[in-house]
């Protein structure tokens, strides 16, 4: 399918490396954040999530930080495999309503072999 | 248990004609929330309807409607259709309790080409 990532900043790693993909948010009574990843012709999938009670959250392989100070989001993957490849998202949740996210522009994480 | 279901998958659309896309949410979801996303503007909140009320609105104009079915199933309808409405629209259900964004499922979206 066409790609989602034209215009964005990109990140280009070796297989084994660790990936740090980094998002600024918006909107500071944010009170929970999400990491999608996107991979071509594909809709955006679940990676983690944080609340905002909280600065570091662990899944497999991947670690989220935030930084509520600078509105800051990171999102770390360890040992970074081919199959990562893909256009990261963070996204906020604002709690002026029902599900309703806003999106960051988006990485685009290119894993060389 | 089965995703999003979005259909179809491609379309292409002169200027001036609408169109309309259909989501399916996994079953037993009653939120249906849409965005379009493009190269240049991302992802951006169309609407979200649950219990067929629309619920939540995003900031577009009212050539973009939609509405849900008892069964929860969701279309979105675009009149006087632009060159600038190609994009990728993608819709996301989920349980549908304050904070439901967090149980979002998204399906892969219909891709709009007006020509």
């Known amino acids: 399918g066409e790609s989602v990532g034209l215009h964005l900043p990109t990140l280009s790693v070796q297989e084994g490396d660790n990936s740090i993909i980094n998002c600024a948010y918006s909107?500071?009574?944010?009170?929970?954040f999400i990491w999608y990843k996107q991979e071509s012709g594909k809709g955006p999938q679940f990676i983690i999530d944080i609340r905002s009670n909280m600065d570091k959250r662990q899944g497999q392989r991947v670690t989220v930080l935030l930084n509520k100070t600078v509105k800051h989001l990171s999102l770390q993957i360890a040992a970074t495999q081919p199959g990562d490849s893909a256009v990261y998202f963070c996204a906020e949740n604002t709690p002026s309503g029902y599900s309703t996210l806003t999106f960051g522009k988006g990485t685009m994480l290119l894993v060389s072999p | 248990k089965a995703g999003v279901t979005q259909t179809p998958r491609y379309l292409i659309k002169t200027r001036g004609q609408q169109v309309t896309l259909s989501c399916s949410p996994i079953?037993?979801?009653?939120?249906v929330s849409w965005y379009q996303q493009t190269p240049g503007q991302g992802l951006q909140f169309l609407f979200e309807?649950?219990?067929?009320?629309?619920?939540n609105k995003g900031n577009f104009p009212g050539r973009f409607s939609g509405r849900q079915f008892s069964n929860s199933r969701s279309e979105m309808n675009v009149s006087t259709l632009e060159l600038g409405d190609s994009a990728l629209y993608l819709c996301a259900s989920s349980g549908g309790g304050q904070g439901a964004a967090s149980g979002y499922t998204f399906g892969s979206g219909t891709r709009l080409t007006v020509v």
């Open positions: 909107n500071s009574a944010s009170d929970y």
């Open positions: 309807y649950f219990s067929e009320t629309q619920r």
């Open positions: 079953s037993g979801h009653r939120s």
